[in-house]
């Protein structure tokens, strides 16, 4: 069966920080990868995709990016935060080719200070 | 701009009561239709999918898809207690499109 992690869970942060998190999928290959940011009382905001290794799309200009360095392996990454980064942050896969469902990992809660 | 409208809610209900559940979309050529249930501090946990207009069961829950009039709803029957969450509607455009529009979602509160 196929299993998503994500780290940290939390994370609190200085404005001005860098910012990198994690997202693994375990169990599928070649999977479609997102990227959802959360805010409090808010709908899920896409910031990034991926269909394959290295091919990223952004839905949002901001300071954020992506990066996909393995099949499997998905990198939100910020050099400098700012307050509005603040969110509940949520990788996501889907199985490519197939049914459309996508199915979300724990998330990473980040508050920026 | 495809748009996939709820209404936030909350919605309050007894418990054993019927939870409906309802969602607008402004895409025609829509595909896909889900459910996804969101406690406080949790990520969306996926609870129904359907693609054909009428009916579709799982247990406590029945997802109800009309393309011609281009809503989805969800019944949840006998609600829970435990069912008191946000529950999200995520659609699929026509096309083989890789993302899914979501809802913003419904809070929804079952009272003993």
């Known amino acids: 069966s196929q299993t998503i992690h994500q780290w940290p869970a939390t994370l609190v942060q200085p404005v001005g920080s860098p910012l990198s998190l994690e997202c693994t999928v375990e169990?599928?290959?070649?999977?479609?990868l997102y990227w959802y940011r959360q805010a409090a009382g808010r709908g899920l905001q896409l910031l990034f995709y991926?269909?394959?290794?290295?091919?990223i799309s952004s839905e949002v200009p901001q300071n954020l990016s992506a990066s996909r360095p393995q099949d499997r392996q998905f990198i939100l990454s910020s050099k400098k935060l700012l307050l509005s980064d603040s969110g509940f942050y949520l990788c996501?896969?889907?199985?490519?080719?197939?049914?459309?469902?996508?199915?979300f990992g724990p998330g990473t809660r980040l508050t920026v200070l | 701009q495809k748009e996939v409208e709820q209404n936030s809610g909350p919605l309050s209900v007894p418990e054993g009561a019927i939870a409906s559940l309802n969602c607008t979309y402004s895409?025609?050529?829509?595909?896909?239709f889900f459910w996804y249930r969101q406690y406080s501090g949790k990520s969306p946990e996926l609870i129904m999918f359907i693609y054909s207009n009428g009916d579709k069961e799982d247990g406590r829950f029945t997802a109800q898809l009309n393309k011609a009039s281009q809503y989805v709803s969800l019944l949840i029957r006998d609600s829970q207690p435990s069912d008191s969450a946000t529950y999200l509607c995520a659609v699929y455009a026509s096309g083989g499109s890789y993302i899914p529009t979501f809802g913003r979602g419904t809070s929804l509160i079952v009272h003993p």
């Open positions: 895409d025609r050529g829509s595909q896909s």
């Open positions: 991926s269909v394959g290794i290295g091919q």
């Open positions: 169990g599928t290959s070649n999977p479609n």
């Open positions: 996501a896969w889907r199985i490519s080719g197939t049914t459309d469902t996508q199915y």
